[in-house]
C-alpha cells in the first residue's frame, strides 16, 4: 500500500469519526430539556458532508 491509499484512508477515518461526533451531537440537540435553547451549527449538514467524504475517500482508496 502506497502514500497515497494511506492518506485516503485516514480522511475516511478521521470522516468517520466526525459523522460519529455529529450524530451524537445531532441526538443531543434533539433530547434537550430546553426547546428555545436552539444551537447554532447545523448538525445534519455536517453528517451529510462527513458521510460523502468518507465514501469517496474509501472508492478512491479502493480503486
Known amino acids: 500500500m502506497d ?9 475516511a477515518g478521521v470522516a ?9 451531537a445531532e ?3 434533539t433530547l434537550r430539556r430546553d426547546p428555545d435553547r436552539v444551537g447554532w451549527m447545523p448538525w ?3 453528517q451529510l458532508m462527513a458521510v460523502l467524504v468518507m465514501v469517496f475517500g474509501v472508492a478512491m482508496a479502493v480503486k
Not at 3 to 9: F, S
Not at 16 to 24: D, G, I, K, N, S
Request: charged residues 20%.
Open 3 to 11: 502514500d497515497a491509499h494511506k492518506l485516503l484512508w485516514t480522511i
Open 16 to 24: 468517520a469519526m466526525l459523522f460519529a461526533v455529529a450524530v451524537l
Open 27 to 29: 441526538r443531543r440537540r
Open 44 to 46: 445534519t449538514l455536517v
